[in-house]
């Protein structure tokens, strides 16, 4: 501090008290000689924290209110079942609106009954968490069991669902997501038995990794899984997020740019598959985006 503010400032120390004199004028001065700039920063501080505190949960909820219409129930449909609903994983729409993007072990092999989709009813850009779901009769376009994915397409006339997800570009062999990202999973964890109620779950990616995915059944071990699982693992993302069975198949959502950087494909168990909903060990895997793209591209 330079000498003429000290000769400026030191006289109002001796002073008489001025009831005339602004006391918020004086305060401000005497901040200034020294705690001020510190506690300048401070009062910054606190009101920018609020403001981001504020804007980051708003953040997933748009994302939900948006997304929710496209992530639909996979399963069988039988008349003479009871339920006539098999649920069996999960799924949602891209593209057009009438494929539908899910894991190659939530399609039976063989299929013996008719696959169907329960997808939430139209309820225009506000959304309808609410509404009566309809069924959808599907069919099956394409599967990849070496990479657990599988691509269904609408097999009536009834029109397109009405919203789809989009999937994040892909950058030759550069990651769609990056470690630390936040991301939300969305599927039905618990299937139907409450009734076709989506839920999200929110964590990070843990860890970009490579492993060989080993078939669910030998008759899934077909010439083509065996020879992809000689040429090298595949890539995985790790996930620091609790997903159930019923997840299998899901959208796993960057949650700052909302597109799909992966699919939710398997839970680590502690124990037995019942633990998984009992004791869930919190550790997800999906798979990358990138082995979605070639599959909608063919």
Request: glycine share 10%.
């Amino acid at each position: 501090m330079s000498r003429s503010t000290d000769q400026k400032l030191t006289p109002k120390f001796d002073q008489k008290f001025d009831p005339k004199a602004d006391p918020i004028v004086d305060r401000r001065e005497l901040l200034a000689l020294g705690a001020g700039g510190a506690l300048g920063l401070v009062g910054l501080l606190g009101t920018a924290a609020p403001a981001r505190a504020q804007e980051m949960p708003n953040t997933l909820p748009d994302l939900i209110d948006r997304s929710r219409q496209a992530v639909v129930a996979v399963g069988t449909f039988a008349a003479t079942d009871n339920p006539r609903f098999g649920f069996r994983g999960t799924g949602f729409a891209v593209g057009d609106g009438r494929r539908i993007v899910t894991c190659a072990h939530v399609i039976p092999n063989p299929i013996e009954k008719d696959l169907m989709i329960t997808a939430p009813a139209s309820g225009g850009a506000s959304g309808n968490a609410s509404g009566q779901p309809q069924m959808r009769a599907v069919k099956l376009l394409r599967r990849d069991t070496a990479r657990d994915l599988a691509i269904l397409e609408l097999a009536d006339d009834k029109g397109a669902l009405v919203d789809v997800l989009s999937l994040a570009e892909v950058d030759g062999d550069r990651p769609a997501v990056r470690e630390g990202a936040a991301v939300a999973l969305m599927g039905y964890p618990i299937g139907t038995a409450l009734g076709v109620t989506m839920a999200t779950h929110r964590g990070t990616v843990a860890a970009l990794t490579r492993a060989a995915l080993p078939a669910p059944t030998s008759n899934t071990l077909s010439e083509r899984a065996v020879r992809q699982l000689r040429d090298g693992a595949m890539e995985f993302l790790q996930l620091d997020a609790t997903a159930y069975p019923g997840n299998s198949g899901g959208p796993l959502l960057d949650i700052r740019t909302g597109k799909v950087v992966g699919v939710i494909n398997m839970v680590v168990l502690k124990g037995t598959r019942e633990s998984a909903l009992s004791a869930p060990s919190g550790i997800t895997y999906a798979v990358p985006v990138k082995y979605v793209w070639p599959m909608l591209d063919k």
